[in-house]
C-alpha cells in the first residue's frame, strides 16, 4: 500500500494542468493517465484555439508539452488506470489495474467525457481525417465546404447553427421524423438556409480515398419506402451526446441525471472533503481544452489549501 498527498486521475487538459500548479506548489502529486493520456484531444489533429499558438499546434504535441511541463515541476506520471475506489474513508483509497493500492488524502477526479459514437467502424477509419465530435473545435478546417451533423437535440441544433457560419451547407441527419431539440432550437434551424434537415435518416457508413468525401445513407430503414443514397460531404460531426467518465465515482459525489459531477458553485469542490473534479467530467456545457485547463488549475488551488489546513 502506498500513501500519497494528492492524487489527480486523469491526464487531458485539466489533469495536467493540476499537476503543473500542484508540481510548483511543491505537493509531489502522483498522475494516473488511464486509457487515453492527454484525453480526448488526442483524438483531434491540430488546435487553432488555445491562446499562445498564432499558428496552431498538433493536438498530441499540446498534450505531450503539458505533461513534460508537469514532469519538470515535481508530478509523477504513471500509465495505469483506476479500477475501484472507496472514497468514504479517510485517507481515500484507490486500486489500479497493476495491482496497487493507493491512499490519498486528496485527489482531482480530471477523467473527462467521452463523445458517443454510432459504433461504425468508418468512424474510427476517418477519426481526424473528417470525422469528429466537436464543431468548435474543427469546424474552422470546413470553411465554405460542405458537412453533416448527426443528431436531432438541442446540441445538434447548436452544433450546425455554429457549422453553418462556417461552412457552405449544413446537412444534420436525423433518425427520427422530428427534431427534440427546444422549440427555439428548431426554429433558428429551420431559418438557416444553409442548413437541411434530413429526417427519418440514418447512416450506414462513410467513404473517400483522402478523408471523408461522403456518407452512405438510408431513408426510412426498414420500411416500404426504404432508399439507400449518397452524400458527398467533406466532414461528418456526431453531436449525440457524451458520456462522462464518472462510474468509479458515482456512489460517492452528486451528479446529474447523465452522470456529470455536480460542484460546489464556480468552484471544484465535490462536497466531499479533500475530492475535486475538473474539466470534462464536470462540464457538461463547454467541454473546451482551454476551459478545462483552467478548471484544473482550480482545483490544484483548492486541493492546495485544503492539504495545508491538515
Same mark, same amino acid.
Given at each position: 500500500m502506498e500513501h500519497i498527498s494528492l492524487l489527480i486521475i486523469g491526464s487531458g487538459p485539466a489533469g495536467y494542468t493540476a499537476a503543473i500548479y500542484a508540481g510548483r506548489a511543491g505537493l509531489k502529486p502522483v498522475v494516473l493517465e488511464?486509457?487515453?493520456?492527454?484525453? *480526448?484531444?488526442?483524438?483531434?489533429t491540430e488546435v487553432e484555439n488555445f491562446p499562445g499558438f498564432p499558428d496552431g499546434i498538433d493536438a498530441n504535441m499540446l498534450m505531450d508539452d503539458m505533461r513534460r511541463q508537469a514532469e519538470r515541476f515535481g508530478a509523477e506520471i504513471r500509465s495505469i488506470s483506476v479500477i475501484r475506489a472507496d472514497l468514504g474513508k479517510r485517507p481515500m483509497q484507490v486500486w489500479t489495474d497493476d495491482e496497487n493500492e493507493?491512499?490519498?488524502?486528496?485527489?482531482?477526479?480530471?477523467?473527462?467525457?467521452?463523445?458517443?459514437?454510432?459504433?461504425?467502424?468508418?468512424?474510427q477509419k476517418y477519426m481526424g481525417q473528417g470525422v469528429s465530435a466537436c464543431a468548435t473545435c474543427d469546424g474552422f478546417f470546413y470553411r465554405k465546404k460542405t458537412v453533416a451533423v448527426v443528431g436531432g437535440g438541442d446540441t445538434a441544433c447548436e452544433e450546425a447553427l455554429y457549422l453553418a457560419g462556417?461552412?457552405?451547407? +449544413?446537412?444534420?441527419?436525423?433518425?427520427? &421524423?422530428?427534431?427534440?431539440?427546444?422549440?427555439?432550437?428548431?426554429?433558428? +434551424?429551420?431559418?438557416?438556409?444553409?442548413i437541411e434537415v434530413l429526417y427519418e435518416t440514418n447512416t450506414l457508413g462513410l467513404y473517400g480515398d483522402?478523408?471523408?468525401?461522403?456518407?452512405?445513407?438510408?431513408?426510412?430503414?426498414?420500411?416500404?419506402?426504404?432508399?439507400?443514397?449518397?452524400l458527398p460531404i467533406d466532414g461528418f460531426f456526431l453531436a449525440i451526446g457524451h458520456t462522462p467518465?464518472?462510474?468509479?465515482? *458515482? &456512489?460517492w459525489v452528486k451528479t446529474d441525471e447523465t452522470g456529470y459531477i455536480i460542484t460546489e458553485g464556480d468552484t471544484p469542490r465535490t462536497g466531499i472533503d479533500g475530492l475535486f473534479a475538473a474539466g470534462d467530467v464536470a462540464d457538461p456545457r463547454y467541454r473546451q481544452a482551454i476551459v478545462a485547463a483552467a478548471s484544473g488549475a482550480k482545483a490544484a488551488i483548492e486541493a492546495e489549501k485544503y492539504l495545508q489546513s491538515l
Open positions: 488511464g486509457l487515453q493520456p492527454g484525453g *480526448q484531444l488526442t483524438i483531434t493507493i491512499q490519498a488524502d486528496s485527489i482531482i477526479i480530471a477523467t473527462g467525457a467521452s463523445a458517443k459514437y454510432l459504433g461504425l467502424s468508418d468512424e462556417l461552412a457552405a451547407k +449544413v446537412y444534420m441527419i436525423v433518425r427520427k &421524423p422530428f427534431l427534440r431539440a427546444s422549440q427555439i432550437m428548431q426554429q433558428r +434551424v429551420a431559418d438557416n438556409q444553409k483522402n478523408g471523408v468525401e461522403g456518407a452512405h445513407l438510408v431513408y426510412k430503414k426498414g420500411q416500404e419506402e426504404e432508399r439507400i443514397y449518397d467518465n464518472s462510474q468509479l465515482f *458515482q &456512489p
